[in-house]
């Protein structure tokens, strides 16, 4: 997770000051019409007292304003400086709710400057994760937006923009998608077609269609959005790397990996040149972001050495930005515990997510959002530390505090569902597992339907429950399904779709199809071999579970020469004392002894016991 705080659109203070100057009849509360009570009596001198009159009252109330402007300043450079270095936010949230009570009672009489403050108000609580308070500073804002007799298309624009990250970030996408499109023909109706905010909203609502798992309208958008960037700032800007790494996470789930590889590093090379041109905490910040998403992609393509040195410069790039902590620290530790927990070295992984819970937990406070995502992850560790009854007692406090803080129906409830579901199975309570997972499918299905990894992951672990319970006509149907929505949303040799793909292979396996596995594994294998080099972990694993088939099958010369290809690859990537390469070296020793071969299977033992 990237977080869930949205950030504040720049320039809000400075939009105050400027509708300062462009109503100032808005700014002086309208001063008073004056009217003349005594036709005749004086008249000059009347005039001379009203316009003296009209002046001060002018003067008060600007003065007024002018001391919110100036409060509304400090306050929000204060904020900044809090959240750049990873503070308590209790102090942050203070300062806002007096800066909106001072709204209410000194700019009663100026109902836009109250809005546009309100606005203001409302994006920085979205900056710090305040996401129940921004989202009713910016509902306010808009409804005096709309209600004002005086507002602009623009102003409406950006504040239905901010609600709708907003309501994004409280799980509530469908809501969001129309504010989103709200805000744009708002936006395009009055600025110019690549105008900065408008291209903004374009971004944001890319990343919305990306979280329900619509990759090719996000596609759509967010290129839409870089040739907006590009033409208004030129290749080598901060806001065209943004729209490059998102880009890239899009062809990355649509299975193109050069595409999505040539994105990130594009990104990764603009963040390097603009910090060489000028060193800033935003500019390291953004190199940051770019090399945790590069690293991820390696990641996912198997290159997991490489990825992990770039995680472990992130980290200590992090730390040196925010000594004090921060809730980047706090990602770059669970980035990296979680290639630790790969690796089998689970007691330091659960040293960093500790540190990285207890960042947040400084920074947020115990019931936020963002501790919950951590103790989540912990739980999910302790689980595989063999502490089942505490992490159960976890999830279940973070479903909690989710759905009190998220509702009931954001996708990290569903998240939560998923690992509690995962954790009672391992502890034998398939019904209690079932009953997780399915609620978790549902609000999957409810938050923009099930073609996203969440909702695959789940009904895959749902068939996987059915299937250790005998349940195979359950559990076909079930990876069917899963397999079908994978297959109409990535290519074929997607990770995701190879996952459930190998799922409904083993219910097939188990039901005695051992030729419908065979043939669909032969497929795989062939769409793996077509988009990736010969010794690539996912081809070798391919090549592994189509030999393991095989080997039920009888056809044991081309089983064997697939279970040793898998083995000479993750000896040669991961040494012999890899979890990975001992599992399948177990394999092969036991494909030997079948066939009584005992020195090929002696061989294989001695590589065992070193």
Known sequence: QAGLAGKALPGSVYRLGKLARRQPALVTGMAATFFSLCLGLGTTTWKAVEARERQRAAEDESAKVRSILEYLQRMLSSVDAEVANGRDTALMEAMLADAAARAESDLASAPEVRAALRETIGSTYLSIGG???AEQHLRAA???????????????GRGLHLLAVAVQ??????????LFQRALAELRGTLESDHPEVAAAVFDHARLLQDRGERDGAKELALEALGMRERRFGRQSRPVANCLDLVGGLELTGGSWATAERNFREALDIRRA??????SVAATHDLLLSQNNLAGFLWEDGRREEAEALWRQALEGERRLHPLGHHDVAQALSNLANVLCERGELE???AMLREAREIEITTYGEQSAQAAILTNNLAVLLQNRGQGPLAEEMLCSTLVTLRELLGAKHSLVATTLRNLGDLQRSRGDLAGAEASLVESIELCRENGGLRNPEAIGTMLALADLYRARGELIGALSVGEEALGIASDSYPPAHPRVLQASWSLTEALLEQGEVDLAIERLRADLEALRGARSAGHEQVTLAAFRLGLALVRAGDFDEAESLIHERCEALERSYGTADPRTREALQQLDLFHQRWDEHAAAEGVRSSLAR
């Open 169 to 178: 970030a409280r799980g509530r996408h469908d809501e969001a998608q129309g």
């Open 348 to 350: 330091t992984a659960e």
């Open 131 to 133: 996401l129940e308070p």
């Open 142 to 156: 808009v409804l005096q937006y709309e209600a004002g007799g005086t507002r602009t298309r623009r102003d409406l």
């Open 274 to 279: 603009l910090l060489s041109d000028g060193p």
